[in-house]
């Protein structure tokens, strides 16, 4: 038993140890993911430790997995409903609110149908398909009567990228930051009552054995659309498949770059991945927003056969509330320095990924 116990405490300090090394590869950011689960094993790792009561060394033992909670638990405790947040009910010069999805589709699942019926459901007047390829355009055709507007990227490579919504898009691009096979969307909206905002859908590349062996071109892309965001000074709204948490350090520097908002700040994890595996879950799909951005609801949804679950969010915009502003960071000119070296970093790295484009 003494063995188990000193090897999980090993075990856990090692992930807690490695992300802290300043390195991009994967074996350094993955243990970043698990946070929230390495902290559960430290707890139930600690109650073991007193059924080895009398071993020699248990007390400094047991003193580090106190250290190892109370770090981890600064942390998290941020991403619950037990760190106060401010929150601003609607004015009279607040407009309608406004739903949306975001959902990894995974590019393989061929249930578009229980897809279709989730919007059918749900009825957003803004949803985003990551992962979205050729058969699922081609599936979600039935929904474009209800949804005359969108933007797609279609891609054969798990990267394409669809946009629909009931509300106006005056305007639309794909930007290819730092991979051409890598889609970012940025669109700008008009809604019926005369608000306008911007709506970022991005799908950066993870860090992994399988995928990428840095997270380079992840955080070069995440950093770019910060810079992007930065340039518009509009309402803006960044939501997609971050392959990322949001208390890693490029998330932060993304949010300090941005001057954004983390709606799960106060709020909730809302772990979406991996869908079929409950204790084994990551909050990685992620969104941001601006000061005059109002988050009145984030939640997942149900399971609709992919690997992610969906995202669902309401919101409204009101540009008289001031009561937000609190909660925005500015990166220091060290951060900025650290960001455009990233951005930098990630256009120079050459991902494996076969492209197959098509746009309107």
Not at 109 to 115: A, K, L, M, P, V
Not at 306 to 325: A, G, M, R, W
Request: some cysteine; hydrophobic content about 40%; charged content about 25%.
């Amino acid at each position: 038993m003494w063995n188990v116990y000193a090897g999980l405490t090993i075990l856990l300090l090692i992930l807690t140890l490695l992300p802290k090394i300043q390195n991009s590869h994967w074996i350094f950011r993955v243990p970043e993911f698990g946070k929230i689960q390495i902290t559960f094993f430290t707890v139930i790792t600690f109650g073991l430790g007193f059924l080895v009561y009398q071993a020699p060394l248990f007390w400094y033992f047991q003193g580090l997995l106190i250290l190892m909670f109370i770090h981890h638990g600064i942390i998290l405790i941020k991403y619950t409903p037990l760190y106060r947040v401010r929150r601003s009910g609607k004015g009279e010069n607040s407009s309608k609110n406004i739903h949306f999805i975001s959902a990894n589709v995974y590019q393989f699942n061929t249930e578009y149908n229980r897809f279709i019926q989730l919007i059918e459901k749900c009825r957003p007047e803004i949803f985003l398909t990551m992962e979205s390829n050729g058969d699922w355009e081609k599936a979600l055709r039935v929904l474009e009567q209800d949804y005359p507007f969108h933007h797609k990227v279609t891609l054969e490579n798990t990267y394409g990228m669809h946009l629909y919504s009931k509300i106006k898009i005056s305007d639309a691009k794909t930007h290819y930051f730092v991979a051409d096979d890598i889609p970012t969307i940025e669109a700008h909206l008009e809604t019926e009552d005369g608000f306008s905002f911007v709506f970022f859908g991005i799908h950066p590349p993870p860090p992994s054995p399988t995928e990428e062996e840095t997270s380079k071109e992840r955080d070069g892309d995440l950093l770019s659309t910060a810079k992007r965001v930065q340039e518009i000074r509009k309402p803006t709204i960044v939501v997609g498949d971050f392959n990322n948490v949001a208390w890693s350090k490029s998330s932060i520097l993304f949010r300090k770059t941005s001057e954004l908002i983390d709606p799960r700040i106060g709020r909730a994890f809302v772990s979406t991945f991996h869908a079929k595996y409950k204790l084994l879950r990551f909050p990685i799909d992620l969104m941001f927003h601006s000061e005059d951005i109002f988050i009145r609801q984030l939640k997942t949804l149900e399971n609709f056969g992919s690997d992610h679950l969906p995202v669902y969010c309401e919101f409204f915009i009101d540009h008289h509330n001031d009561q937000q502003e609190e909660q925005i960071e500015e990166a220091t000119a060290e951060e900025e320095a650290e960001a455009e070296k990233m951005i930098e970093e990630g256009k120079k790295e050459d991902g494996n990924r076969d492209a197959v484009v098509t746009e309107d």
